[in-house]
Each structure stands twice: as C-alpha cells, then as structure tokens.
C-alpha cells in the first residue's frame, strides 16, 4: 500500500546537521530536567500501601477518584479487580500512619461519598525495598535490551549501523523520560513497559531504514552515500507514515478513552512514536553517515572457489 507517491528523492540527509543541532538540544534540556527535577516516581517504584475493597454494587470508578480526591487522595491509583464490585486502590507513603487506620479512613470516605456498604478485603504494604528491586530490574532490562540490539544489528548489517541504531534508541529513551521528568508526571512500571515498546518500535523503524540503505547501495551503481541514503528515505517513507499514523490513532483513542490507569501508558508511547520516526531518518542514517559508510562496506564478500585460479590459468 502506498499512499504517498513521489517522484523526486527528498534531500532528508541535506538538513543533517540542522537536526543534530534540534536533537543535541533537547537531549541536553532532558537530562538537565532529570538532573534537576528526577523523576516523579509512583507507588510501584516507592512504596506504599494497597487496598482490596468490594462493592454491593458495580462500582463507579469515576465517583471514587472524585471522592478521594477531595478527601486529600489525590494520589490513588483506582482499577478494578477481578469483578466489577471489586475495586484495588493503591496510595503512596505516609509517614506515621498505620495501615489499619488508613484502610478505616477511606472505608468512611467511600461509604460516604458513595452510598454504598463497602467491605475491606485486604490491606498490603509494599515496601521501598520492593521499589528499589524494581529500578533495578527496569535500568537492567533497558542495558540489557540496547546491548542486544547492537549485537543484533552489528552482526546482521554493519558497526555503522549498529551504532547508529543504538544512539537513536539511546534519544528515544532520554527524550520519553525528560518529558515525564519536565511536565512532572508519574512514573509507574506500566511507562516503563511503554518506553520498551518504544525501543522495539523505533528499533523495528530503524531495521527498516537500514535494510533498504543496504540493498540500494548494492543496487544503486552511481551516486554519493548521502545521495543513496536520501535515496532510501524517501523509498521507505510511505511506509513508515502508514504505520506511524495507524499507531498514533490507535494509541489516541486510548489516551482519551483509555482511563487514568493507562494514561502514563499512552502518553509515553504517543510521545515516542514520534521521536521514534524522527530517530530513525535524522539520528540512526545521520550517525552511519558520519561514521563514513560506504559502498564497499555493504558489498558481500566474494568467496573463491577451490581450484579457481588453476582453471583460470587453463583459459
């Protein structure tokens, strides 16, 4: 399917250095908001405690936030658990407060505020060791997942590329986590499965770019490196528009219609689709291209035969 049909090659690689300069600007501005504001961690990284209550009634989780809210929970987390009268309700720490007393106070709350009889299944307080085990985890799944893919792409294409694919995930991550460390919005373990989606969507973007920038330069008899990079760009960008845009629909309609639990969700990946795109044309070919990559260093390597010279010399 294409939707875009063009006949000229558009000069992508012409504005290189124009988009380093964007680039390197807002990586600086991300880690500078990391380093200065850190990151708004939730309940699944600092602890907290975590509430199990039942409905006579399906319950409204819309009334409940409401209620809580204004009761001084602004922070509860609401889901449902398991039924429709079944409601989880997760809060941050609060120092020098039991948890019995505080599964007492939003009990009072909620019967209050919603009219209901309310019946308190279970109260769990989960610990900062178990936040800390989770960064943990989270930081080595991220290494772990980049080492991976440059191991992957360095085999499969070249350094250059593998360099070059590893720089545009390494932006994708910073950019995702300095707009949830600049605009101050929680960071919970459901963004971080974002970020990693985010890693294999750029990652597959990128796979596609790269794929065909190695085919051309095989194909393609004349032309500069830049010119057989444009060249690609403009081949794959149909595309890559195709699936951008479906993504970002998709992902729309889960952040309006989604709920508050997924929000996080979808405002991550939203976010990293776009950079993700943006990544793959002026990060992941800009890096290759200036690392000097070349016609020869695509080429398959030509394996003599045994005995070839000999019959060379028969001729």
């Known amino acids: 399917m294409q939707i875009l049909k063009i006949k000229e090659n558009i000069a992508f690689m012409s504005q290189r250095k124009l988009a380093s300069i964007f680039s390197i600007i807002l990586v600086v501005v991300s880690l500078t908001s990391l380093a200065t504001n850190k990151l708004n961690w939730g309940l699944d990284f600092t602890g907290g405690t975590l509430l199990e209550i039942g409905f006579e009634q399906p319950a409204d989780l819309s009334k409940i936030r409401t209620v809580l809210e204004s009761g001084g929970f602004a922070d509860a987390v609401v889901q449902l658990f398991g039924s429709s009268n079944d409601v989880l309700i997760r809060l941050g720490q609060r120092e020098n407060v039991k948890a019995e007393m505080l599964g007492n106070q939003i009990l009072g709350l909620l019967e209050q505020g919603t009219g209901q009889s309310i019946d308190m299944r279970r109260i769990e307080f989960v610990g900062a060791n178990v936040g800390d085990e989770l960064t943990e985890q989270g930081g080595l799944a991220m290494l772990t997942a980049l080492i991976c893919i440059l191991v992957y792409v360095a085999f499969r294409f070249e350094w250059r590329f593998a360099l070059g694919s590893v720089t545009a995930l390494a932006h994708d991550v910073i950019l995702t986590l300095g707009?949830?460390?600049?605009?101050?919005?929680?960071?919970?373990?459901?963004?971080?499965?974002?970020?990693?989606?985010?890693?294999?969507?750029?990652?597959?973007?990128?796979?596609?770019?790269?794929?065909?920038?190695?085919?051309?330069?095989?194909?393609?008899?004349?032309?500069?490196?830049?010119?057989?990079?444009?060249?690609?760009?403009?081949?794959?960008?149909?595309?890559?528009?195709?699936?951008?845009?479906?993504?970002?629909?998709?992902?729309?309609?889960?952040?309006?219609?989604?709920?508050?639990?997924?929000?996080?969700?979808?405002?991550?990946?939203?976010?990293?689709?776009?950079?993700?795109?943006?990544?793959?044309?002026?990060?992941?070919?800009?890096?290759?291209l200036a690392l000097g990559i070349s016609k020869e260093d695509l080429m398959p390597e030509v394996i003599e035969k045994e005995g070839a010279d000999q019959e060379e010399l028969r001729m």
Do not use: C
């Not at 990693?196 to 597959?204: E, H, P, T």
């Not at 790269?210 to 194909?219: L, Q």
């Not at 309006?256 to 405002?267: C, D, E, N, P, R």
């Open 179 to 288: 707009l949830f460390s600049f605009l101050g919005l929680e960071f919970d373990l459901t963004v971080l499965a974002a970020i990693l989606a985010v890693i294999g969507y750029s990652l597959n973007d990128t796979i596609v770019v790269s794929d065909r920038i190695r085919e051309n330069f095989r194909k393609v008899r004349k032309g500069t490196p830049e010119e057989i990079i444009n060249i690609s760009l403009t081949q794959t960008l149909s595309r890559t528009m195709i699936t951008s845009l479906t993504t970002f629909l998709v992902l729309l309609a889960l952040f309006f219609k989604g709920g508050a639990l997924i929000h996080g969700f979808s405002t991550a990946l939203l976010f990293g689709i776009v950079v993700g795109t943006y990544s793959s044309i002026y990060v992941a070919s800009t890096v290759a």
